[in-house]
């Protein structure tokens, strides 16, 4: 029995660790955002709002924040010059290529 807990915990810790080192496509992702701003005026504002709400999102839950790669090109802005900067994504409802995915 114990045996069988190990290994499913073994398996649940290798799967979180493969999908947390999941290269971010920034060139996919950047062209999908541009595809939805230039698509009509509404449908950009409304895209923009929810990137908004998103954010305060992700801001409210992780303090370090602003040490994602991937949160400062949802909100369209520069890296800070010094930082420890982290290459993954947020974990599940969190992420930020899923949020960014639902608008396809």
């Not at 660790?17 to 541009?34: G, I």
């Not at 999102?57 to 949802?74: A, E, G, R, S, V």
Request: aromatic letters at 14%; glycine letters at 2%; proline letters at 3%.
């Amino acid at each position: 029995m114990e045996n069988s807990f190990n290994k499913k915990v073994e398996r649940h810790l290798e799967q979180k660790k493969s999908l947390d080192q999941k290269q971010v496509n920034y060139n996919e992702l950047r062209e999908l955002k541009n595809k939805i701003y230039e698509d009509s005026k509404e449908r950009a504002f409304k895209f923009h709002e929810a990137i908004v709400e998103f954010s305060k999102k992700i801001q409210l839950k992780y303090p370090d924040y602003q040490n994602y790669k991937i949160y400062h090109f949802l909100i369209g802005s520069s890296l800070p010059e010094e930082g420890n900067f982290k290459e993954e994504d947020f974990p599940s409802e969190d992420s930020i290529v899923k949020f960014l995915n639902s608008f396809k």
